[in-house]
């Protein structure tokens, strides 16, 4: 239990570093979309080799497409249910899309956090649960989350410092994000390792919907907004890094 909360807070401490880099530096909006697209490159490499190969060799065919399309059903369903109070844009770095501040929409501070909350989670998550059911940890999942995390950190802070938010704020967010994705790689290994097996895979795809969803709905909108053509060679980049790590 104390293993998957250590790797758990080793790939969340991500978002806190991204965090304090796109709020202290200027950091360029090509950069940031750039490196947002490589680490949605390296996550979806990480959920298609890894864990819902893993769901489908454990559990099987069904199992794997039922979870994976409730956790992309609930992602967007929450994703949606959040947007309507400001967290829509909670990716976005730049001037023209970025998060409203308090004072334009009321009650966005708060929906800001839960979305970060929301896009933390599954990712953590799938840590313990992997240590659970595997009895190690997956190297290759902890580096797709923590270079995931990174950019996320990064863009998010930027565009909330650009919201006038101010730094005890946006720290205090990614910090209690961080936070919380210690105690999801617990929750993952306490409660899902227990388990049967054909559970346990169901739990897997239901992280792997929701973090597809995810990449989906708020990575790629941020990356391609900057990077146009070029997303495409970054993010394959990103996908084969992971790709290669997983079969090391």
Avoid at 52 to 77: D, F, K, Q, W
Avoid at 193 to 199: A, H
Wanted: hydrophobic share 55%.
């Amino acid at each position: 239990m104390l293993e998957s909360g250590a790797w758990g807070l080793l790939a969340g401490s991500a978002l806190l570093v991204g965090a304090v880099l796109g709020y202290a530096l200027r950091v360029p909006r090509l950069v940031a979309a750039s490196v947002m697209a490589f680490g949605a490159g390296v996550l979806l490499s990480a959920v298609s080799f890894e864990l819902l190969a893993e769901a489908h060799s454990e559990g099987g065919l069904v199992p794997t497409v039922a979870g994976t399309l409730v956790g992309a059903a609930a992602y967007t369903l929450g994703d949606l249910a959040l947007a309507r109070r400001g967290a829509r844009h909670r990716k976005r770095s730049g001037p023209h899309r970025r998060p409203p501040s308090e004072q334009e929409r009321s009650g966005s501070g708060l929906a800001l956090a839960l979305g970060a909350l929301l896009d933390g989670v599954p990712e953590s998550a799938v840590i313990g649960v992997g240590i659970a059911h595997g009895g190690a940890v997956s190297l290759v999942t902890v580096a797709a989350v923590f270079i995931s995390n990174l950019p996320e950190g990064l863009s998010s802070s930027a565009g909330m410092r650009r919201s006038g938010r101010g730094p005890a704020y946006v720290f205090g967010v990614w910090g209690g994000i961080a936070a919380a994705g210690t105690v999801s790689a617990v929750l993952g290994y306490a409660v899902v390792g227990g388990l049967p097996v054909p559970v346990v895979a169901a739990v897997t795809a239901v992280a792997a919907g929701a973090i597809l969803a995810m990449i989906a709905d708020t990575m790629i909108p941020e990356a391609f907004e900057d990077t146009h053509l070029a997303m495409g060679v970054i993010t394959v980049a990103g996908f084969l890094l992971s790709f290669a790590l997983s079969h090391l």
